[in-house]
């Protein structure tokens, strides 16, 4: 073979062996940007109570909201209620700890067997978020009972399954600043029948005191997954 061609050859398999490495580094590196990115959701997630809940049996949409850090809406809720309230039933406080525009307002006056507060969503994805942080300020000494609720698309009333309840006036909180009480929850320990890739609703249930008799509150209550 002459110089010339054989010169040739060597610059054009060269040549080929580049172009092959240049797409084999692309490729992996798409590959590895995907894993990385698991989810677009920007941490903290924060449960936004626009306006004041609905009173008994009346549920309007859009009340409440989750919304991530960057201001972005995930859900809004489907369905929002204050149940067996006082007259003045949940309203809006301009004061909250973990920085959204409002806490929500829940006043119970001890005159029903039950009652409390939630907002069901559409079902979102919070499996990234390992803490669930539930801030209350006025939670009085002569409450034994007030639950925490949180529950996943497959939730069915008076069913097993799908949720999970924490009694926040039982346990210690986390922190106190001021006259918020922090409570720092894990997934993976006090909501491990709760599906977090389908989380659908919060809830605030049910105060009573050390005799089970219908509790009296009177709350600011702030909500964040961490």
Do not use: R
């Amino acid at each position: 073979m002459k110089k010339e061609n054989f010169k040739l050859l060597c610059t054009l398999l060269f040549g080929v062996l580049l172009s092959v490495g240049f797409l084999s580094c692309d490729v992996s590196g798409d590959s590895d940007k995907k894993d990385n990115n698991t989810s677009s959701i920007q941490g903290p997630v924060s449960v936004s109570w626009n306006i004041a809940l609905a009173n008994d049996g009346s549920t309007v949409p859009d009340q409440v909201t989750l919304v991530d850090a960057t201001g972005t809406v995930l859900s809004s809720s489907v369905e929002s209620q204050s149940m067996n309230t006082a007259a003045a039933g949940s309203g809006l406080s301009t004061e909250s700890y973990f920085g959204a525009e409002n806490s929500l307002h829940i006043i119970w006056d001890g005159l029903d067997t039950w009652g409390g507060c939630f907002a069901k969503f559409g079902a979102v994805d919070l499996s990234a978020f390992s803490t669930v942080k539930v801030a209350i300020k006025g939670l009085p000494d002569s409450l034994a009972t007030l639950m925490f609720k949180i529950e996943d698309t497959s939730f069915v009333q008076n069913q097993p399954g799908g949720f999970n309840e924490i009694n926040l006036a039982a346990i210690e909180p986390s922190s106190v600043d001021g006259e918020w009480e922090i409570y720092e929850l894990l997934s993976s320990v006090d909501f491990v029948d709760v599906d977090m890739t389908n989380f659908q609703a919060v809830g605030f249930w049910n105060p009573l005191d050390s005799d089970e008799n219908p509790g009296v509150a009177d709350i600011l209550v702030d909500v964040i997954f961490e």
